[in-house]
């Protein structure tokens, strides 16, 4: 499947990236219909707030290839986020800026069902989700998730506790 070569160079950043301390732990990659792509990752805007990988990649589209076309894919760690916890999210939910900009095809290395409990319920809001097959892309998306439960138990307001979990678990989601 075409998308996992996406989510690879998404996960590729995240690693090469993973200690800065003002990134996070999901990356996006949006792929238009004829094959090029802008990609980001979650960034700490400050105050406990990020700005999500798709949001970043959807800014950095807008300045370098302008309108998102018909057509356009969004492929990225982590399912997209709807209304919860935007507390802690700069902008709008990621499936609201998604499909506001006709992004209805999203392919994820992970569902997170704190967000969604299932593909069915995503297709509800108008967002077609398909979830990699490939167990190894699978495992490091699912892996990167699961550090959510360490940041909510970190999180403090105003205050980013990714550096300090990151720092913790070194390289692990990625393998060796």
Known sequence: MI????????????RVNWQDPGVG???????GPHGQTVSSLSTYEGEGRFSHAEANALK???QWLGKVAPGTKAVVTLSPCIQLNPETRVGKSCTE?????????????????????????YQELGLQVTVTEDPQLGSICRALANLFGQYVDRRQP?????????????????GK
């Open 3 to 14: 998308e996992d070569k996406y989510l690879t160079d998404a996960i590729t950043s995240l």
């Open 158 to 174: 105003g205050e980013n506790p990714w550096p300090e979990i990151k720092k913790e678990v070194g390289f692990p989601p990625f």
């Open 25 to 31: 732990i999901v990356a996006a990659v949006l792929v």
């Open 97 to 121: 800026m998604l499909l506001e900009n006709g992004i209805s095809q999203v392919h994820v290395g992970h569902l997170d069902t704190f967000q969604l409990p299932s593909i069915a319920a």
């Open 60 to 62: 950095l589209h807008f």
